[in-house]
């Protein structure tokens, strides 16, 4: 039996480039050799956003034609939308028992999300417990291997944790699942904030075009200590140049590149150009193949159809196994 891959994504904008490096590459490249399961995960969406419904409703598509885009292909993987599984709901009703309030906040980044987010004296609980029901996501599936970023390693270690106590409570059930981080952990944002993110407005989108990707990458954030193109400027840490070593292909252009701003002998203008330049050929193939899936409504909705029904039934096997376990098997 081939491993299982469970993953997914909030439906709370497009898509963008940490999302790429962060995961999307890793699923385009395990659909073959995994069983994978992707999730649209509107109920974790809802935890923050449940005052605009239509925003998560929204999303829904654009999330996956964001998949097609770069490849992720619906006869290899399954892509499902999480509150059309209510077992994942049933079975974090259970979890929930099995962990401490104190331990959920605890989690790092749940404590910078309500921070982020001012939730202040109003964080409601169903945000401050989606770790839980994440980890019913990846459980329900029994998923061996979850490729996420680095943002989502406290999640993975929270599920494995359940998984423990729940296997010593009521016996071996589930496999402890193992995250795989992309070759970018976190990629930063074009603010310069350590990551780029749906929801913090410094991302550059899979989807954008030309010409929202130059404004975007023209008014990067840099060395914010170069004033001038001949002042010797910090190559490390840069956004600019982060996004260089990633994206831009030509190695001995980015060496170049670097060589020049810390002696002060390039500006800013010719970096990001550059930056443009392989960022929009990075782009280019991806923005096409979105194109071609634009607009073909039935198809999204057979693949969304399809791939739901498909996870359900999964979810459905697991759910005896656990109200066996769990001894409420009453009635058989
Ligand atoms: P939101 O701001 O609404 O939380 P997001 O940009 O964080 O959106 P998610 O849907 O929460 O996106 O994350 C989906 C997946 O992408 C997760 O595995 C997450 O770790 C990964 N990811 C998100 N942003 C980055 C990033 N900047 N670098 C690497 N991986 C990322
Ligand atoms: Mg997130």
Redesign the pocket.
């Known amino acids: 039996m081939r491993k299982r891959i469970l993953?997914g994504?909030?439906p709370?904008?497009k898509m963008?480039l940490?999302?790429y490096?962060?995961?999307l590459k890793n699923r385009v490249k395990l659909q073959d050799s995994y069983d994978q399961f992707v999730m649209i995960?509107d109920v974790q969406?809802l935890t923050d956003n449940f005052d605009n419904p239509q925003k998560v409703r929204d999303n829904i598509k654009e999330v996956l034609l964001d998949y097609l885009a770069v490849g992720i292909d619906p006869k290899k993987t399954t892509i499902l939308i999480q509150s059309m599984i209510p077992e994942i709901a049933e079975l974090t009703v259970f979890y929930l028992n099995l962990v401490t309030l104190e331990r959920v906040l605890r989690n790092p980044t749940v404590k910078d999300e309500i921070k982020q987010k001012g939730f202040g004296q109003s964080l409601p609980a169903g945000f401050a417990m989606y770790p839980v029901s994440q980890a019913a996501d990846i459980t329900v599936f029994n998923a061996d291997l979850v490729p996420?970023?680095?943002?989502?390693l406290p999640m993975v270690e929270q599920t494995r944790e359940i998984v423990r106590k729940f296997n010593s409570l009521y016996g071996e059930t589930f496999v402890e699942p193992k995250p795989l981080l992309?070759d970018?952990?976190?990629?930063p944002g074009i603010d310069g904030n350590a990551?780029?993110?749906?929801?913090?407005g410094n991302?550059i989108y899979l989807s954008d075009s030309e010409d929202e990707l130059k404004k975007k990458v023209m008014r990067m954030y840099t060395d914010p200590t170069r004033i001038h193109p001949t002042d010797p400027g910090k190559v490390e840490g840069n956004p600019v140049f982060v996004y260089h070593e990633i994206f831009n292909p030509n190695k001995t252009e980015v060496e170049d590149l670097k060589m020049r701003y810390r002696e002060g002998k390039v500006g800013d203008i010719e970096v990001k150009e550059k930056l443009f330049v392989a960022l929009n050929a990075f782009l280019t193939p991806i923005r096409e193949k979105r194109h071609e899936f634009e607009g073909k409504d039935e198809l999204l909705n057979q693949i969304l159809t399809e791939g739901t029904a498909k996870a359900r039934e999964v979810a459905g096997e697991t759910m005896k196994k656990v109200k066996r376990a769990m001894k409420i098997d009453y009635i058989r």
């Open positions: 993953t994504d909030r709370t904008g963008h940490g999302h490096v962060g995961s995960a969406a996420v970023g680095e943002d989502q992309g970018v952990k976190r990629l990551k780029m993110g749906k929801s913090l991302a």
